[in-house]
């Protein structure tokens, strides 16, 4: 059973944290490096996407501002599951 949980864990805890990792790098690129840029405007959505206006450029910033969102959440939760899983995984011990 020990050897179970312990393998059980470890892997949760690996690719919890892999995803962790790669939605952080995910973000940095959306944050710097992805056209249109919106640095100043993270937490600006009506500004962003609550006009009825349609161009390209509106779109293409909207759909970046909701990738970043998105991404915010599944990192902050897979950051979360990776403590969770992983404190067990190295405090656990065979008795």
Do not use: D, H, R
Not at 46 to 60: H, R, V
Not at 66 to 85: D, G, K
């Amino acid at each position: 059973m020990y050897i179970f949980l312990k393998f059980f864990l470890g892997i949760l805890s690996f690719f919890s944290s892999s995803i962790f990792i790669l939605g952080f790098y995910q973000l940095i690129q959306y944050f710097f490096f992805i056209e249109p840029s919106i640095e100043g405007e993270i937490f600006n959505y009506e500004k962003i996407c609550g006009k009825s206006e349609t161009s390209n450029l509106t779109n293409k910033k909207c759909e970046n501002l909701m990738s970043i969102y998105w991404l915010l959440v599944t990192t902050f939760i897979c950051f979360i599951f990776t403590l969770i899983t992983a404190y067990p995984f190295f405090k656990i011990k065979k008795k």
